[in-house]
């Protein structure tokens, strides 16, 4: 049973340039969420997608937007990168529904760093 | 929004004693709490979970409370071992949005 595989694992960008990750979630799960985590840091939440639409947002500028296409894998994208783009970006799947919160398995991330 | 504050930092114990590590949340709407491990270079993992009409949960040697009133919960790891040593995250969840919002962590070492 395959888990949450990212892609690419590590990826360098000078600032300016756009940056797309990918996600595919562990099986059976639904729902995805992209999460930013810089060093020494927690997990900060930038977006979830379920059915195909942005469903929750955290405090993010819209240089950062995603997809979810029909087999429920995402993408992220992130426009201008700037200097303070540099953190593991992580993608969670889950079931979705309402109500309780559903555990979340975590992929390996991605390490962007931007010169 | 919610926001979520874990202590301590750091934790250093000698192995087979306790570590406990405690987190507060600000939105009593919050109603899911879980708490993952991150080992150095390595993806969250998900260790113990608690909802918020449970007061305690047990596995083995890890078990999670849960004080609704004082919006509060925390990591209980008995004999712990050296393979313990990580970064452990605890997180909640607010009710009916699947959104989740992470402490900064704990760095937890077991000195052999």
């Known amino acids: 049973d395959a888990g949450v595989t990212q892609s690419p694992t590590h990826l360098i960008k000078t600032r300016g340039q756009q940056v797309t990750l990918r996600c595919s979630p562990k099986?059976?799960?639904?729902?995805v969420s992209w999460y930013q985590q810089a060093l020494g840091q927690g997990p900060q939440f930038i977006f979830q997608?379920?059915?195909?639409?942005?469903?929750q947002r955290g405090n993010f500028p819209d240089r950062f937007s995603g997809h979810q296409f029909p087999n429920y894998s995402s993408e992220l994208n992130v426009n201008a990168l700037l200097l303070g783009d540099s953190a593991l970006y992580l993608c969670?799947?889950?079931?979705?529904?309402?109500?309780?919160?559903?555990?979340?398995?975590f992929g390996d991330g991605t390490r962007l760093s931007i010169l | 929004g919610e926001n979520v504050e874990q202590h301590p930092s750091t934790l250093s114990v000698q192995e087979g004693d306790s570590a406990v590590i405690k987190c507060t949340y600000s939105?009593?709407?919050?109603?899911?709490f879980p708490w993952y491990k991150q080992e150095l270079g390595k993806r969250p993992q998900l260790i113990i979970d608690?909802?918020?009409?449970?007061g305690e949960k047990k596995d083995q040697r890890i078990a999670v409370t849960l004080n609704k009133t004082a919006k509060h919960f925390s990591l209980h790891i008995t004999e712990t071992q050296p393979e313990d040593s990580a970064v452990y995250f605890c997180?909640?969840?607010?009710?009916?949005?699947?959104?989740?919002?992470f402490g900064s962590g704990t760095k937890l070492n077991v000195k052999p």
């Open positions: 969670a799947s889950s079931l979705g529904g309402q109500g309780f919160g559903q555990p979340q398995h």
């Open positions: 099986s059976g799960h639904d729902t």
């Open positions: 997608y379920y059915e195909e639409e942005e469903r």
């Open positions: 939105d009593s709407a919050s109603n899911y």
């Open positions: 608690i909802r918020s009409n449970v």
């Open positions: 997180a909640a969840c607010l009710y009916n949005f699947n959104k989740f919002y």
